[in-house]
T-cell receptor, first 115, second 114 residues
Framework: DGGITQSPKYLFRKEGQNVTLSCEQN?????MYWYRQDPGQGLRLIYY???????QKGDIAEGYSVSREKKESFPLTVTSAQKNPTAFYLC??????????????FGEGSRLTVL | KQEVTQIPAALSVPEGENLVLNCSFT??????LQWFRQDPGKGLTSLLL?????REQTSGRLNASLDKSSGRSTLYIAASQPGDSATYLC?????????????FGAGTQVVVTP
């Protein structure tokens, strides 16, 4: 079955540590995205990537980093510089090519808690 | 900047009643609008996507309409069931940036009581 796989589902981090969240898709989608979701708020875009080896900052990129070395993979690193990293992180992808609709598909999310 | 609003934030209806969920946006220059469902602690599931040239989309008991001139979309769920209980989010893709930066509403939390 095609889809987006995020891991780990739950992650605990001590203050001062960097952590990396994994996102893998087998949908052959070009574009991939990372969103952050906090209670009572809409999703906020952290980073997105349209093609391999290229990515752009979203609205809240400070304290985060990404890489796009393979089409299928778009890992997100939450660095110690992120002031309030406890949140639910969602990875998404879309085709975004030619006449395609640009429909967005999501993974199951990763919940990060800073102790 | 595009602002997306969903009112009410929460809604409770008895089973069998039709659900009407609202999504408002401030800039009518959109590429498309997408409705999602989110269960607690889960990711988002795409329900319907409406392109800017379309007025509505239907899938089973779900129907979504789009009125760009008034900046509104409505999601109708017919004959609601307890399994429809979830948070429903809408997202707008601006025409100026069709590749990224969807703007999401905060969602409407729906409870369908048996």
């Amino acid at each position: 079955d095609g889809g987006i796989t995020q891991s780990p589902k739950y992650l605990f981090r001590k203050e001062g540590q960097n952590v990396t969240l994994s996102c893998e898709q087998n949908l052959n989608h070009d574009a991939m995205y990372w969103y952050r979701q906090d209670p009572g708020q809409g999703l906020r875009l952290i980073y997105y990537s349209q093609i391999v080896n290229d990515f752009q900052k979203g609205d809240i990129a400070e304290g985060y980093s990404v890489s796009r070395e393979k089409k299928e993979s778009f890992p997100l690193t939450v660095t110690s510089a992120q002031k309030n990293p406890t949140a639910f992180y969602l990875c998404a992808s879309s085709i975004d090519r030619g006449s395609n609709t640009g429909e967005l598909f999501f993974g199951e999310g990763s919940r990060l808690t800073v102790l | 900047k595009q602002e997306v609003t969903q009112i009410p934030a929460a809604l409770s209806v008895p089973e069998g009643e039709n659900l009407v969920l609202n999504c408002s946006f401030t800039d009518s220059a959109i590429y498309n609008l997408q409705w999602f469902r989110q269960d607690p602690g889960k990711g988002l599931t795409s329900l319907l996507l409406i392109q800017s040239s379309q007025r509505e989309q239907t899938s089973g008991r779900l129907n979504a309409s789009l009125d760009k001139s008034s900046g509104r979309s409505t999601l109708y769920i017919a004959a609601s069931q307890p399994g429809d209980s979830a948070t429903y989010l809408c997202a707008v893709r601006p025409r100026s940036d069709s590749w990224g930066k969807l703007q999401f509403g905060a969602g409407t939390q729906v409870v369908v009581t048996p």
